[in-house]
């Protein structure tokens, strides 16, 4: 069904205020996004280093690395019901705010060595993940149906300073830790949280007039009652049936979630395995800004693919590259060299899945559902993630490295079974 039977008249998208409110909108993403995703790449690589300074057991470390993907996982429905009822600029601004106390609370627990603090303080930068996966949607509000996977990929893309930066922020710590007389580590947090805050008040203040509002406005006539779906419990359980029903929202539901578990899992224990391979501080910043360069960098091209020539044969083509990344490691988790440019392709098939299954997956459903939807994808594509993230580290002790990557690139399998059993999925 096209986006025009579904939403009724688009013609109100060519309307001068909803012109200016898109450009407004584009331009307060843009910047929110370099700002959080520098505030929050701190801990891939400092975090978890951190987590073992902190923890002193694997265990506790393990408990402490998972903890930001399941705070993503915990809060990206509230945040996505937020939005539903109160508009992008409030769930936005509350996101980037319980990550600036999140990174807060870790230089508490590297002042104090207090595990709880660390998990609790990881639980709240996973707020700031969520959030900046919430942020790739809200460019898709107010943009032309035939140029969504577009506006989706340049906020993503435009996250690439900040994440590439973000995991180095250990370097310019560093002279904030002798300043402030705070143990190593900590720094980088007391950065991020000054960030992420500054992040939160550029949505509150920017996203006027708010996107999602302002669309709601426009499609709230031609939304039939039925389609419509109410915050809460009820919205969950309609958005899950409107996802079964739909053989391309499903495919997209199903990418989303299995690229993300791949790509966690590996990035979880990758600065582990380098360390104990005695690679320094800075080449492990180094590893994890190639992989979130991987990650962003080429999402602009990935989206006009998309929008060109269909999402599904780009996300088909993201499998290939995601089992690429599992042979490299696979093979070569020995040589850092290796590791390196398997998580590099890891982030890169990361990319060419993502935006294009996200579009996918809104263009799927009626409008009125689409922040519940969208929250309810990205929580299935934490809680996942989560799960990964803490199986990841028994996986690595027990098999080593290699075995993890192999491992990870078996999630092509389901995606690629489904396009396969539904070929029509890919019309």
């Known amino acids: 069904m096209s986006d025009t039977a579904e939403e009724g008249r688009t013609d109100w998208l060519d309307l001068p205020e909803v012109v200016g409110a898109r450009r407004r909108t584009t331009a307060t993403l843009l910047v929110a996004q370099v700002l959080g995703s520098l505030g929050i790449g701190a801990a891939p690589s400092v975090g978890v280093l951190l987590a073992e300074s902190v923890a002193g057991s694997e265990t506790w470390a393990g408990i402490a690395r998972a903890a930001t993907t399941v705070g993503a996982a915990l809060l990206a429905l509230p945040l996505a019901t937020l939005a539903a009822r109160h508009g992008r600029a409030r769930s936005l601004a509350l996101g980037w705010s319980l990550a600036a106390g999140g990174a807060g609370l870790l230089v508490l627990a590297a002042v104090t060595g207090s595990v709880v603090l660390l998990v609790l303080g990881m639980l709240g930068m996973g707020g700031g993940s969520a959030t900046q996966l919430q942020a790739r949607f809200a460019a898709t509000d107010l943009a032309e149906p035939d140029r969504r996977a577009r506006s989706l990929a340049l906020v993503v893309w435009v996250g690439t300073l900040g994440a590439v930066a973000?995991?180095?922020?250990?370097?310019?710590?560093?002279?904030?830790?002798?300043?402030?007389?705070?143990?190593?580590?900590?720094?980088?947090f007391v950065i991020?949280?000054?960030?992420?805050?500054v992040t939160a008040v550029v949505v509150l203040v920017g996203l006027r007039p708010d996107p999602l509002l302002l669309a709601q406005g426009h499609v709230r006539a031609a939304a039939t009652a039925a389609a419509r779906l109410a915050p809460g419990r009820a919205g969950l359980s309609a958005a899950l049936?409107?996802?079964?029903?739909?053989?391309?929202?499903?495919?997209?539901?199903?990418?989303?979630?299995?690229?993300?578990?791949?790509?966690?899992?590996?990035?979880?224990?990758?600065?582990?395995?380098?360390?104990?391979?005695?690679g320094t501080i800075t080449f492990i910043g180094l590893a994890i800004?190639?992989?979130?360069?991987?990650?962003?960098?080429?999402?602009?091209?990935?989206?006009?693919?998309?929008?060109?020539?269909?999402?599904?044969?780009?996300?088909?083509?993201?499998?290939?590259?995601?089992?690429?990344?599992?042979?490299?490691?696979?093979?070569?988790?020995?040589s850092p060299g290796a590791v390196v440019t398997a998580l590099t392709l890891l982030g890169l098939g990361w990319s060419v899945v993502t935006v294009p299954a996200s579009a996918l997956l809104s263009q799927s459903v009626p409008a009125p559902a689409r922040p519940v939807v969208q929250g309810m994808g990205d929580t299935a594509m934490n809680a996942a993630a989560a799960l990964g993230a803490i199986a990841?580290?028994?996986?690595?002790?027990?098999?080593?490295?290699?075995?993890?990557?192999?491992?990870?690139?078996?999630v092509v399998v389901p995606v690629l079974w489904q396009v396969r059993r539904r070929p029509a999925v890919a019309g």
């Open 192 to 197: 991020g949280a000054v960030l992420l805050a």
């Open 289 to 334: 800004s190639l992989h979130v360069l991987g990650m962003f960098a080429l999402a602009p091209a990935v989206g006009a693919a998309a929008d060109r020539y269909g999402q599904v044969p780009v996300i088909v083509a993201g499998q290939g590259v995601l089992a690429a990344a599992a042979v490299v490691g696979a093979t070569g988790g020995g």
């Open 166 to 188: 973000g995991p180095n922020l250990g370097v310019p710590g560093a002279p904030v830790e002798a300043w402030a007389g705070l143990p190593p580590l900590a720094g980088a």
């Open 241 to 278: 049936r409107l996802v079964r029903a739909s053989p391309p929202a499903r495919l997209a539901l199903a990418a989303l979630v299995l690229a993300h578990l791949s790509m966690v899992s590996v990035m979880t224990m990758t600065p582990v395995h380098l360390s104990n391979q005695g």
């Open 392 to 410: 990841s580290g028994p996986l690595m002790v027990l098999l080593g490295f290699p075995v993890l990557a192999a491992l990870a690139g078996l």
